[in-house]
């Protein structure tokens, strides 16, 4: 099971959907395999943004493309934050939300 949160602007989900397909599908079977208990293919951790948070990397011919999330629980994930990568080093901005919706995660558990 997937949680999409939102905090800030937009959500995940929305973002995730705005993707071009095959970015879109890209990180779709790559969360599918974390679900599945498997490490993506290409991912990096993002102790920055809060402990046990991973970043999935996608490079595809319209661009490189990230999705932020935690996996607390078998098969359960946090989609906390998915974009577009447009400089060699993650913005701010992208950095604050995904920190921004993990806070969330914590106050509701």
Same mark, same amino acid.
């Given at each position: 099971?997937?949680? =999409?949160? @939102?905090?800030? !602007?937009?959500? @995940?989900?929305?973002?995730? !959907? ?8 890209? %990180?779709? =079977?790559?969360?599918?395999? /974390? ?11 993002? &102790? ?5 948070? !991973? ?5 595809? @011919?319209?661009? %490189?493309?990230?999705? %932020? =999330? ?7 994930? =946090? /989609? ?7 400089? !060699? ?14 806070? &969330?995660?914590?106050?509701? @558990?």
């Amino acid at each position: 099971m997937a949680v =999409y949160l @939102s905090a800030g !602007r937009g959500n @995940s989900r929305e973002d995730l !959907r705005n993707f071009p397909g095959e970015a879109r599908r890209e %990180i779709g =079977y790559q969360l599918e395999h /974390v679900q599945e208990g498997v490490d993506p293919n290409d991912w990096k951790p993002m &102790s920055t943004v809060g402990p046990g948070v !991973r970043e999935i990397r996608v490079r595809e @011919s319209s661009g %490189i493309f990230r999705c %932020i =999330y935690l996996a607390p629980w078998p098969q359960g994930i =946090y /989609v906390l934050h998915c974009f577009q990568k447009k400089t !060699r080093k993650t913005s701010q901005q992208d950095l604050d939300l995904a920190e921004k919706r993990f806070k &969330s995660i914590q106050v509701k @558990s």
